[in-house]
């Protein structure tokens, strides 16, 4: 193992420049020659890479975004886009790659790994709905955004005695609304994994919260139900307050990195190049009960990973 490339793939997540200057910098350090790859697979297809150093991560750990760019590329899911990779890597001498994206872009990873080019996958996605992995690099940081957007909303719709009605990301994964739902105090919480009824769990909470006084309300849900705007609009007619949605959108993918997040993608991002040099391939880097581990990518993404209902009961009692 003489050179590495690192990219980035997919929905950007706060935390992946962190990785990124992980990985060039325990690279570097071990001897190793690190590629940056631009703009995920194309880079890679299009052979659209720097020679990176110690200097060209500096000043990125606390940056959201991605200094390499990311996308999603339908062409590396063909054969031909494949096999321009693989010459990219053969004619760059590229002996080992790490890739920080979700589980779209570890596909990407085991594919080109079957075809001789040794890959390790980092989970970098605010949805956090990574089987193997406890938490995903950006998910933290974009939890405590929606926390800190929903408290805004909740000062003018205290002021008003409204009911917001949020929408927040996750893909179909209900991570992120339900921590955020937690962290906010949310009267109703609307998730793909668990079944609601409208009536029951958003309508007759707010009947009963205001029998008890309550005045204003936050309802968070997840991209995965939407229509947000409709349920505002039957709220406002079925209890009479007055309601407003808000759908936060990619403001929850930007912003600088929590601690626990930089933490999180350093160790991530050094034990990838530790099991590069230890001559491994297709393997994903995790943490569980933060311990660090690795698993092998299809392995991985065969995993399935539970919602805790114990929390969303909680939620739900604490919450009216
Ligand atoms: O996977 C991250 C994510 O932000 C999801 O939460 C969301 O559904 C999706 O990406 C949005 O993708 P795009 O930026 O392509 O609109």
Same mark, same amino acid.
Do not use: W
């Given at each position: 193992?003489?050179?590495?490339?690192?990219?980035?793939?997919?929905?950007?997540?706060?935390?992946?420049?962190?990785?990124?200057?992980?990985?060039?910098?325990?690279?570097?350090?071990?001897?190793?020659?690190?590629?940056?790859?631009?703009?995920?697979?194309?880079?890679?297809?299009?052979?659209?890479?720097?020679?990176?150093?110690?200097?060209?991560?500096?000043?990125?750990?606390?940056?959201?975004?991605?200094?390499?760019?990311?996308?999603?590329?339908?062409?590396?899911?063909?054969?031909?886009?494949?096999?321009?990779?693989?010459?990219?890597?053969?004619? %760059?001498?590229?002996?080992?790659?790490?890739?920080?994206?979700?589980?779209?872009?570890?596909?990407?990873?085991?594919?080109?790994?079957?075809?001789?080019?040794?890959?390790?996958?980092?989970?970098?996605?605010?949805?956090?709905?990574?089987?193997?992995?406890?938490?995903?690099?950006?998910?933290?940081?974009?939890?405590?955004?929606?926390?800190?957007?929903?408290?805004?909303?909740?000062?003018?719709?205290?002021?008003?005695?409204?009911?917001?009605?949020?929408?927040?990301?996750?893909?179909?994964?209900?991570?992120?609304?339900?921590?955020?739902?937690?962290?906010?105090?949310?009267?109703?919480?609307?998730?793909?994994?668990?079944?609601?009824?409208?009536?029951?769990?958003?309508?007759?909470?707010?009947?009963?919260?205001?029998?008890? %006084?309550?005045?204003?309300?936050?309802?968070?849900?997840?991209?995965?139900?939407?229509?947000?705007?409709?349920?505002?609009?039957?709220?406002?007619?079925?209890?009479?307050?007055?309601?407003?949605?808000?759908?936060?959108?990619?403001?929850?993918?930007?912003?600088?990195?929590?601690?626990?997040?930089?933490?999180?993608?350093?160790?991530?991002?050094?034990?990838?190049?530790?099991?590069?040099?230890?001559?491994?391939?297709?393997?994903?880097?995790?943490?569980?009960?933060? %311990?660090?581990?690795?698993?092998?990518?299809?392995?991985?993404?065969?995993?399935?990973?539970?919602?805790?209902?114990?929390?969303?009961?909680?939620?739900?009692?604490?919450?009216?």
């Amino acid at each position: 193992m003489k050179t590495i490339g690192v990219l980035t793939s997919g929905g950007d997540a706060p935390g992946m420049n962190a990785a990124i200057r992980a990985v060039v910098r325990a690279g570097i350090e071990n001897g190793l020659t690190v590629y940056g790859i631009r703009r995920g697979y194309n880079g890679l297809m299009e052979d659209d890479m720097y020679q990176m150093d110690l200097r060209s991560v500096s000043d990125i750990i606390n940056r959201g975004g991605t200094i390499l760019y990311s996308a999603r590329s339908k062409r590396f899911m063909t054969e031909e886009g494949m096999q321009a990779a693989v010459r990219t890597c053969r004619e %760059k001498g590229i002996d080992g790659i790490v890739v920080i994206g979700g589980d779209g872009s570890f596909r990407g990873a085991r594919d080109l790994s079957l075809h001789g080019v040794p890959c390790i996958a980092i989970p970098g996605t605010i949805d956090n709905d990574i089987a193997c992995c406890d938490r995903t690099i950006g998910f933290d940081t974009a939890m405590n955004t929606v926390v800190e957007m929903v408290d805004r909303i909740r000062d003018t719709t205290e002021s008003h005695d409204r009911c917001a009605v949020v929408e927040v990301m996750g893909r179909g994964a209900g991570y992120l609304v339900l921590g955020a739902g937690i962290a906010c105090g949310a009267t109703s919480i609307l998730m793909p994994e668990v079944p609601f009824d409208f009536e029951r769990d958003v309508i007759e909470r707010m009947k009963r919260t205001q029998r008890s %006084k309550k005045v204003h309300f936050v309802i968070m849900v997840s991209e995965a139900i939407g229509g947000v705007h409709d349920m505002a609009k039957r709220i406002q007619e079925e209890t009479g307050v007055e309601s407003r949605a808000t759908v936060l959108g990619h403001v929850q993918r930007g912003g600088h990195p929590t601690a626990a997040d930089r933490i999180l993608a350093s160790r991530l991002g050094y034990h990838a190049v530790e099991l590069l040099l230890a001559g491994a391939s297709n393997r994903v880097v995790a943490t569980q009960k933060d %311990k660090i581990l690795d698993f092998d990518i299809y392995e991985a993404l065969n995993m399935t990973k539970s919602i805790d209902t114990n929390l969303y009961k909680m939620a739900m009692e604490i919450s009216i």
